[in-house]
């Protein structure tokens, strides 16, 4: 088993699935964006690790851009040296394009996250020692107005088995990488985790996710987190 198999078992498991009104667009960047995916695991995804950061999925500027987990676009290219062709969706929201490298926009939760592992730790090897950074769900979800619709905000019809494919994908990559922690970035992937990962030895936590939407990550979010681990027994 490896990560690699694990993400082509999860696509296949995502491939039935569909999902309607209010959704009308989801992007899966695991199909569009595999190229700079598998290659975020042959650099960084060595075993094992002492902490997994687990996000919900991707967001529009992000992943969906980039298909590495938070992978705003210059922290990706200029700091974890990741640049490859990216191809498109078969169905594109037109305020929602995909232009991978070349688009402008810059997704603040990814440039928080690495901004603050650039600062901290210096290098992606220093970082990726001790860390790996991923997501429990890979598909973005799409309203017709270009607004993103969350999992956990999917009717029930759609998210139950959604969650359970995913979940089982979460288990797998857990029990590949070895973590002492699985800590959550905002409280559904916390609960995720302690859902997919029960019985697990891994101690579930989590830290505030570094979205502008959210209050207590515009004051200070690279001091905020670094304590909020230090909380959970992981020492920066």
Request: with cysteine; hydrophobic share 40%; charged share 20%.
């Amino acid at each position: 088993m490896s990560l690699s198999k694990i993400t082509d078992d999860l696509l296949e498991d995502l491939r039935p699935l569909r999902f309607g009104p209010p959704v009308t667009h989801v992007y899966n960047p695991f199909e569009y964006a595999k190229e700079a995916y598998t290659l975020y695991l042959q650099l960084y995804a060595s075993r094992p690790k002492e902490v997994v950061l687990l996000g919900m999925n991707p967001g529009p500027w992000g992943m969906a851009q980039t298909g590495v987990p938070f992978g705003e676009v210059t922290a990706v290219r200029d700091w974890l040296g990741i640049e490859v062709p990216v191809g498109t969706p078969t169905l594109m929201h037109p305020k929602r394009p995909i232009e991978g490298f070349a688009c402008k926009r810059s997704e603040v939760s990814g440039r928080r996250l690495w901004g603050w592992a650039r600062d901290t730790f210096n290098t992606p090897e220093r970082f990726f020692n001790r860390f790996f950074v991923a997501n429990y769900c890979p598909l973005l979800f799409i309203e017709a107005s270009g607004r993103n619709r969350t999992p956990n905000n999917l009717r029930a019809a759609e998210r139950q088995p959604l969650l359970a494919v995913c979940d089982r994908a979460l288990r797998r990559t857990i029990e590949w990488i070895k973590p002492r922690f699985v800590i959550g970035v905002g409280q559904f992937a916390r609960e995720r985790a302690r859902e997919a990962l029960s019985g697990s030895s891994a101690i579930i936590g989590q830290i505030t996710h570094p979205s502008p939407a959210n209050p207590k990550a515009n004051q200070g979010w690279d001091t905020l987190i670094v304590k909020e681990l230090s909380v959970l027994g992981i020492i920066i």
